[in-house]
């Protein structure tokens, strides 16, 4: 299609449009630095003849979405957190072992083969904290996301219980 068809003989997949006003609202979002209204976005979407309901479900999938993104950030951020603490406990471990070889024997001998055994789980880590693809990674996150979940129902019942208990 060129830019010098008619309006009247153009026509749009389904996926086109979408794709076209996203980029349209996302550019006069950037140019204005403005947001929505949710009586604008109903207005948007009788335009489009979008009915209320479907938008009401739309808004709805998009918050289940953003808070699965807000839980995959935490778990990315958890799991950083636990490699900085380890990568923190080795270079202790190491620099202990260093530094006592420094002191004792004038140089760096045993400790440089301490260094590198324990280089081997630190260099396993930083592949396994920062690989954020993959089944291995769907499988750290439902495990993270449903002891996450237990943790907070535990606590939710117990708040309920020492509220029932203050009574």
Known sequence: MTAFEPQSIRSYSQEDVQQILHLAIARQANDKNTE?????????????????????????????QQGQVQQRKAFD????????????????FNGFFILSNLLTGGGISWSLYILLFCGLPVGLDV???????????????????R?????????????????????
């Open 36 to 64: 929505f209204s949710y009586e604008q976005i109903l207005e948007i979407a009788a335009e489009l003849e979008i009915s209320p309901d479907s938008l009401k479900l739309a808004e709805r999938d998009w918050l289940v």
């Open 147 to 167: 002891n996450h979940q237990i943790k907070k129902t535990i606590s939710t019942v117990l708040n309920k219980w020492f509220k029932a208990l203050q009574v």
């Open 77 to 92: 951020a958890y799991r950083v957190r636990r490699f900085q603490k380890r990568l923190g406990n080795y270079a202790i």
């Open 127 to 145: 592949w396994n904290t920062f690989q954020i693809k993959g089944e291995e990674y769907e499988i750290a996150f439902q495990k993270w996301s």
